[in-house]
């Protein structure tokens, strides 16, 4: 009697991998976190127009330092990162489905194999991200919307440009009631 084995693309395989998957990317999250972060900071920062009284050289080491801080943390978040198990993979994926390990392993040598459903990422931001800065930018960048209303998209823009030469942004100021 011959064994039947489990084909490569079986519904437990699929489950498996993108169960990998979910788990690489909550390692890999935090690390991609200090650069969502400059981004913002930089787009807040053009908003309120303070970008524009700087020379182009200063912007351009502005931009650089900002780049340099974002990549140590990104390094710094990613020190613990390791390949998940298959026994940490297939726990997690039993854990998702409300069964024991066990039956997964079992699983492999059935023909037909019940849908799996894959869990949602479990990390979030908030380790990349400890002093939670992404909500003083969301603050930041509403308050700056009630007090300038929108602003162009070049002024944004020339943020993330500091050498490239285009029409110069004035400073937002905040004119005093009569």
Do not use: C
């Not at 390692?27 to 400059?38: D, E, G």
């Not at 974002?70 to 069964?99: C, M, W, Y």
């Amino acid at each position: 009697m011959k064994l039947q084995r489990t084909k490569p693309l079986s519904k437990l395989s699929r489950a498996l991998f993108w169960t990998h998957v979910v788990m690489i990317w909550e390692q890999i999250l935090p690390a991609v976190t200090p650069f969502l972060l400059l981004a913002g900071a930089i787009a807040v920062a053009a908003q309120w127009g303070l970008f524009a009284g700087l020379s182009p050289m200063v912007h351009l080491a502005v931009l650089t330092a900002g780049a340099v801080v974002a990549a140590i943390a990104a390094v710094l978040n990613l020190r613990g990162f390791k390949q998940p198990s298959f026994t940490e993979i297939n726990t997690r994926l039993a854990l998702d489905n409300g069964v024991k390990p066990d039956v997964l392993i079992g699983m492999r040598h059935k023909v037909k194999q019940p849908s799996l459903k894959i869990g949602k990422a479990k990390a979030g931001m908030a380790k990349g991200d400890p002093l939670a800065l992404r909500y003083l930018m969301l603050i930041l960048f509403g308050f700056g919307y009630l007090l300038q209303g929108p602003v162009p998209l070049s002024q944004i823009a020339s943020a993330y440009m500091p050498l490239h030469k285009g029409a110069t942004v004035v400073l937002a100021q905040l004119e005093a009631s009569r």
